[in-house]
């Protein structure tokens, strides 16, 4: 005989899984006792859309799926931190495996499915949701919710929105016509591009209690997420790819299985900063060990509105001297490092080797002075994309690339790799082994700069399903190069901030926030970066230039503080107190930084806004918190931050930089800790340390 329910309570939040009607549904998830999710019709712990089945009522919606519905307990197994179960179509045979993982000691919870065909004949799966539940924050009205999301675009990265629930789900009066609505508000990603136009991350809050709920997708390619009223409340949804949105299928023979997209939840009492700190800790605890996350190197690249892509002997080294005299600790040299041709190298790339006109000495001369100088050499390789003029395109089959329609895909003079074929993998290991083998390469920036579309349908039922197959060949192809090279760092970066997920940076040291060349534009990107990326892995560009003034280079220098330094700028020619302005920012990081790579973020001006004139990011644990604040013009030249309420009464310092004329004090706003701050030039910031004491700074 069955149980009714399942309670699982692996840490700080619990769930309960209803099986009254035989099917099992996410009944209850709270934490520390109050409760988030509780539908009073809960759904189904998966739903799916099966060929022929459909859904229970026509709309634009992930749920209410017949298969959903149709799917019986069957057992559990229950351990520590993890809850699998296994229901079962009698049907048709399909059998769903779902495993919930809990992060240990945050209210986070990582869950993935495998669908299994145990019947006799093909089953066509359309889509499968990572993750479904109903009834969310239950217990308040719908216009007390406020709903979270981030626009993310091409030097426009990390621009969180908000709006209450009526604002993007209209009352219909639901009464009257007995049936639920037919829309929802939704975000995809579409593509090879995980992140073009929106991040793959979602918070509602409960603006009466600050009881909030939210979630990562953690995939390399397309998904969809999807919230909608029913009669118990919002439900969410979601997903990887899709048939409607991505072209994608999957058709399953007898015996042949289908793995979901994994997806992390988060559940706070503490609001939106409850949510990201939980999100914070599973992104830390879910990626594979490496020794920058504990180290956190200072990196200069070459490329940020200094050399651009055209490097040479007689550039770069003077610049590695320069930045190795500033405290930096990795040294990079960004793209066209391989040009030697007249007529340009973004469609002649592929084949990964040096230009003998550029360094007349070779490049291994370069790399052996930056190894000298005590700095890690990197480079810049842009490993999935082969230009059509380059001689890899004629040597590779066309299988080994993107294929629609019989022809190889073109976008923007590139062809792109197929890394299900072991020709483009062996092509991609020979050139990795090449650089770290043979020039002794410590550091790679990996980049991608075509979004080329829907996928492939080369040895592939849909466009999509190819797309799938070759996003997850590129984790595999990247296990392999850690496992192979376990010293070698890897940055993400496509374009900056186009492809910012977790099935990526599970794998990867780093991530670009940015290629955004404006540094008064650089804050709001910076500051929200740590909302969906480590601290320690957002890596944002400081540039300062001799041309700068001294509050520039500081405004600049601030960018990469609390995250991953990512310095440049021509530092070579810089007057002696610049360059000692910018040493001081890099000593100061480097004092500080193993905090970086513990706390968890906070904004004490709420998320910053595209255009707003006051910025400020926070990281804190319970006794100390770096805080860094911009002013960006306006009239107004002083500000409060909110503080979180482990710091009544606290000390303040600056930390950078040590000659300001800023002024600060603390304060009380509503009963709560606040900073006020005046900064007197129209652009102008620092770097805060606020540490919780027995009294009151300036007492």
Same mark, same amino acid.
């Given at each position: 005989?069955?149980?009714?329910?399942?309670?699982?309570?692996?840490?700080?939040?619990?769930?309960?899984?209803?099986?009254?009607?035989?099917t099992a549904?996410?009944?209850?998830?709270?934490?520390?006792?109050?409760?988030?999710?509780?539908?009073s019709?809960?759904?189904?712990?998966?739903?799916?859309?099966?060929?022929?089945?459909?859904?229970?009522?026509?709309?634009?919606?992930?749920?209410?799926?017949?298969?959903?519905?149709?799917?019986?307990?069957?057992?559990?197994?229950?351990?520590?931190?993890?809850?699998?179960?296994?229901?079962?179509?009698?049907?048709?045979?399909?059998?769903?495996?779902?495993t919930?993982?809990?992060?240990?000691?945050?209210?986070?919870?990582?869950?993935?499915?495998?669908?299994?065909?145990?019947?006799?004949?093909?089953?066509?799966?359309?889509w499968?949701?990572?993750?479904?539940?109903?009834?969310?924050?239950?217990?308040?009205?719908?216009?007390?919710?406020?709903?979270?999301?981030?626009?993310?675009?091409?030097?426009a990265?990390?621009?969180?929105?908000?709006?209450?629930?009526?604002?993007?789900?209209?009352?219909?009066?639901?009464?009257?016509?007995?049936?639920?609505?037919?829309?929802?508000?939704?975000?995809?990603?579409?593509?090879?591009?995980?992140?073009?136009?929106?991040?793959?991350?979602?918070?509602?809050?409960?603006?009466?209690t600050?009881?909030?709920?939210?979630?990562?997708?953690?995939?390399?390619?397309?998904w969809?997420?999807?919230?909608?009223?029913?009669?118990?409340?919002?439900?969410?949804?979601?997903?990887?790819?899709?048939?409607?949105?991505?072209?994608w299928?999957?058709?399953?023979?007898?015996?042949?299985?289908?793995?979901?997209?994994?997806?992390?939840?988060?559940?706070?009492?503490?609001?939106?900063?409850?949510?990201?700190?939980?999100?914070?800790?599973?992104?830390?605890l879910?990626?594979?060990?490496?020794?920058?996350?504990?180290?956190?190197?200072?990196?200069?690249?070459?490329?940020?509105?200094? !050399?651009?892509? %055209?490097?040479?002997?007689?550039?770069?080294?003077?610049?590695?001297?320069? &930045?190795?005299? +500033? /405290? *930096?600790?990795?040294?990079?040299?960004?793209?066209?490092?391989?040009?030697?041709?007249?007529?340009?190298?973004?469609?002649?790339?592929?084949?990964?080797?040096?230009?003998?006109?550029?360094?007349?000495?070779?490049?291994?001369?370069?790399?052996?002075?930056?190894?000298?100088?005590?700095?890690?050499?990197?480079?810049?390789?842009?490993?999935?994309?082969?230009?059509?003029?380059?001689?890899?395109?004629?040597?590779?089959?066309?299988?080994?690339?993107?294929?629609?329609?019989?022809?190889?895909?073109?976008?923007?003079?590139?062809?792109?790799?197929?890394?299900?074929?072991?020709?483009?993998?062996?092509?991609?290991?020979?050139?990795?082994?090449?650089?770290?083998?043979?020039?002794?390469?410590?550091? !790679?920036?990996? %980049?991608h700069?075509?979004?080329?579309?829907?996928?492939?349908?080369?040895? &592939?039922?849909? +466009? /999509? *399903?190819?797309?799938?197959?070759?996003?997850?060949?590129?984790?595999?192809?990247?296990?392999?190069?850690?496992?192979?090279?376990?010293?070698?760092?890897?940055?993400?970066?496509?374009?900056?901030?186009?492809?910012?997920?977790?099935?990526?940076?599970?794998?990867?040291?780093?991530?670009?926030?940015?290629?955004?060349?404006?540094?008064?534009?650089?804050?709001?990107?910076?500051?929200?970066?740590?909302?969906?990326?480590?601290?320690?892995?957002?890596?944002?560009?400081?540039?300062?230039?001799?041309?700068?003034?001294?509050?520039?280079?500081?405004?600049?220098?601030?960018?990469?503080?609390?995250?991953?330094?990512?310095?440049?700028?021509?530092?070579?020619?810089?007057?002696?107190?610049q360059?000692? !302005?910018?040493?001081?920012?890099?000593?100061?990081?480097?004092?500080?930084?193993?905090?970086? &790579?513990?706390?968890?973020?906070?904004?004490?001006?709420?998320?910053?806004?595209?255009?707003?004139?006051?910025?400020?990011?926070?990281?804190?644990?319970?006794?100390?918190?770096?805080?860094?604040?911009?002013?960006?013009?306006?009239?107004?030249?002083?500000?409060?931050?909110r503080?979180?309420?482990?710091f009544?009464?606290?000390?303040?310092?600056?930390?950078?930089?040590?000659?300001?004329?800023?002024?600060?004090?603390?304060?009380?706003?509503?009963?709560?800790?606040?900073?006020?701050?005046?900064?007197?030039?129209?652009?102008?910031?620092?770097?805060?340390?606020?540490r919780?004491?027995?009294?009151?700074?300036?007492?």
């Amino acid at each position: 005989m069955p149980p009714h329910e399942i309670h699982w309570s692996p840490g700080p939040f619990s769930l309960v899984l209803s099986l009254a009607d035989g099917t099992a549904r996410l009944s209850r998830a709270s934490i520390r006792g109050q409760d988030v999710i509780r539908p009073s019709e809960p759904l189904p712990l998966v739903e799916l859309g099966v060929a022929g089945s459909g859904r229970s009522w026509s709309a634009r919606r992930y749920a209410d799926s017949v298969a959903g519905g149709q799917l019986t307990y069957r057992q559990h197994t229950m351990e520590a931190e993890t809850l699998s179960i296994t229901s079962v179509d009698e049907g048709c045979g399909l059998t769903v495996i779902t495993t919930l993982s809990a992060v240990p000691g945050v209210g986070a919870i990582r869950t993935q499915s495998s669908i299994v065909n145990g019947g006799a004949q093909d089953i066509d799966l359309e889509w499968v949701t990572s993750a479904v539940w109903a009834g969310t924050l239950a217990g308040s009205p719908l216009e007390s919710l406020r709903l979270w999301w981030a626009d993310n675009d091409w030097l426009a990265e990390n621009r969180w929105q908000s709006a209450t629930t009526r604002e993007f789900l209209p009352d219909l009066h639901r009464a009257v016509h007995e049936h639920d609505p037919r829309g929802n508000f939704s975000r995809t990603a579409l593509g090879a591009w995980s992140s073009d136009g929106s991040l793959p991350l979602g918070v509602i809050v409960d603006e009466s209690t600050n009881t909030a709920v939210g979630w990562q997708l953690e995939h390399n390619g397309g998904w969809h997420w999807q919230a909608g009223e029913r009669s118990d409340g919002l439900y969410v949804s979601l997903l990887g790819p899709t048939e409607t949105e991505h072209d994608w299928y999957a058709r399953l023979a007898p015996g042949e299985e289908f793995t979901t997209v994994p997806a992390t939840i988060a559940l706070s009492a503490d609001g939106f900063d409850g949510v990201v700190a939980a999100l914070t800790t599973a992104r830390r605890l879910g990626r594979r060990p490496h020794h920058d996350h504990t180290r956190l190197p200072v990196i200069f690249n070459d490329y940020m509105n200094t !050399l651009m892509g %055209d490097p040479t002997t007689a550039k770069l080294l003077p610049l590695i001297d320069a &930045a190795a005299d +500033a /405290g *930096a600790e990795t040294f990079c040299i960004d793209a066209g490092w391989y040009d030697d041709d007249s007529d340009g190298w973004w469609d002649s790339v592929g084949a990964w080797e040096p230009a003998t006109n550029r360094f007349p000495g070779g490049l291994a001369q370069v790399i052996q002075h930056i190894r000298d100088r005590g700095m890690v050499p990197g480079l810049w390789l842009e490993p999935e994309v082969v230009g059509v003029r380059s001689a890899v395109a004629e040597l590779l089959p066309d299988e080994a690339f993107f294929q629609r329609h019989g022809r190889r895909v073109v976008e923007h003079g590139r062809f792109h790799l197929d890394l299900r074929h072991p020709l483009a993998r062996k092509h991609l290991d020979e050139v990795i082994d090449r650089l770290v083998d043979g020039l002794g390469i410590g550091y !790679l920036k990996l %980049d991608h700069n075509i979004n080329i579309g829907v996928g492939t349908d080369h040895d &592939a039922i849909t +466009a /999509g *399903a190819g797309m799938l197959g070759h996003n997850r060949a590129l984790l595999q192809w990247l296990d392999s190069v850690l496992d192979n090279h376990p010293d070698l760092t890897l940055e993400n970066c496509a374009s900056g901030g186009m492809r910012v997920d977790y099935a990526m940076l599970s794998r990867l040291q780093l991530q670009s926030t940015s290629d955004q060349q404006d540094f008064r534009r650089y804050p709001p990107i910076a500051a929200a970066a740590a909302a969906a990326v480590a601290p320690e892995q957002a890596a944002s560009w400081a540039y300062p230039q001799p041309s700068f003034t001294d509050e520039e280079i500081v405004f600049t220098m601030t960018a990469g503080l609390l995250g991953r330094l990512h310095l440049s700028g021509h530092l070579d020619k810089m007057s002696a107190a610049q360059l000692a !302005l910018v040493t001081e920012a890099v000593d100061a990081y480097r004092a500080y930084r193993q905090f970086i &790579a513990t706390a968890v973020p906070f904004w004490p001006l709420g998320l910053p806004r595209w255009e707003d004139e006051w910025i400020a990011h926070g990281l804190r644990d319970d006794q100390q918190a770096l805080v860094a604040v911009w002013r960006r013009g306006g009239d107004t030249d002083t500000c409060t931050l909110r503080l979180p309420e482990a710091f009544t009464r606290s000390r303040v310092d600056v930390v950078y930089p040590a000659e300001t004329d800023a002024a600060f004090e603390l304060v009380e706003t509503d009963g709560a800790p606040a900073l006020r701050i005046t900064l007197p030039n129209s652009h102008q910031a620092l770097i805060l340390s606020v540490r919780s004491s027995g009294r009151r700074s300036n007492e």
